[in-house]
């Protein structure tokens, strides 16, 4: 049985691709996440076919960032497409113009923090303020938060902490960067198990390339789905 708590991310080039990964998980997966990697591939129309054909919720991860007016504009078209979440960079003002977009529908926005591939020395490039990223990342999810945010994406190491924050109550915590237990980390390095990254607070975890890349994919979907049961 499907569990809405893992979400596949389709990190897939075209619709075409999409489809087959989608068959071939069936009802075992619920829950579909759908980046900027397939915009040019057709994913919005894979959106709108899992979600109205196949009843499947949909994440669009497109990590919306501009001035507050084009940013609202942006969500409040996506928002046509009947989105479950939908993700913008946690700045304030972006938070804020989301939520404005948002008006009338029941699309979540979900605010990145601190993209996981930065470290510091790359902070110090774009001349983010100093500091450990750990405290910058909770001091940022803290402010999407308060801006209106529904929820924040998080590595598995950050959930515990964000779960934390008052400004955490009723929200979301997403996150990426779950293996279970003995499987290729690929390019993944602050990882949890899907059970740990529950049990720390998350309330949907991300799982890419376990599932899609593997040569039995509703096998892969089945054994993470026992062990988060
Ligand atoms: O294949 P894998 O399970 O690593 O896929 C994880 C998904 O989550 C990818 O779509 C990746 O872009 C996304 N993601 C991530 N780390 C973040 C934000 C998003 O891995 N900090």
Redesign the pocket.
């Known amino acids: 049985m499907a569990d809405d708590r893992l979400i596949v ?1 389709l ?1 897939v080039p075209n619709i075409v691709q999409g489809l087959q990964v989608a068959d071939a998980l069936g009802d075992a997966i619920s829950f579909y ?1 759908i ?1 900027l ?1 397939m915009l040019t591939g057709g994913g919005l129309a894979l959106a709108n076919e899992l979600k109205g054909e196949r009843g499947k919720r949909i994440f669009l ?1 497109m ?1 919306l960032f501009d001035i507050g007016a084009t940013v609202e504009a942006a969500v409040r078209g996506l928002c046509q497409y009947d989105l479950d979440f939908l993700t913008v960079h946690g700045d304030p003002q972006v938070v804020r113009a989301a939520g404005e977009g948002k008006r009338g529908s029941n699309t979540k926005i979900l605010a ?1 923090t601190i ?3 930065l470290d510091r020395a790359d902070l110090d490039a774009n001349m983010i303020v100093a500091g450990d990223i750990a405290e910058i990342t909770l001091a940022r999810a803290a402010r999407a938060l308060e801006s209106g945010a529904d929820g924040v ?3 598995p190491q950050e959930a515990a902490m964000i779960r934390a924050l008052p400004q955490a109550k009723g929200k979301l915590i997403v996150t ?4 279970p237990a003995g499987a290729d980390l ?3 390095k602050r990882i949890a198990t899907p059970s740990q990254a529950l049990a720390d607070g998350a309330d949907h975890i ?8 593997a040569k039995d994919m509703r096998a892969a979907a089945q054994a993470i789905l026992a062990d988060i049961a």
Do not use: E, F, N
């Open positions: 991310a990190d996440k980046g990697g991860d990590k990145v993209l996981t591939s994406i998080a590595s990426p960067g779950v293996r690929d390019d993944q991300v799982v890419g390339r376990p599932i899609w890349a």
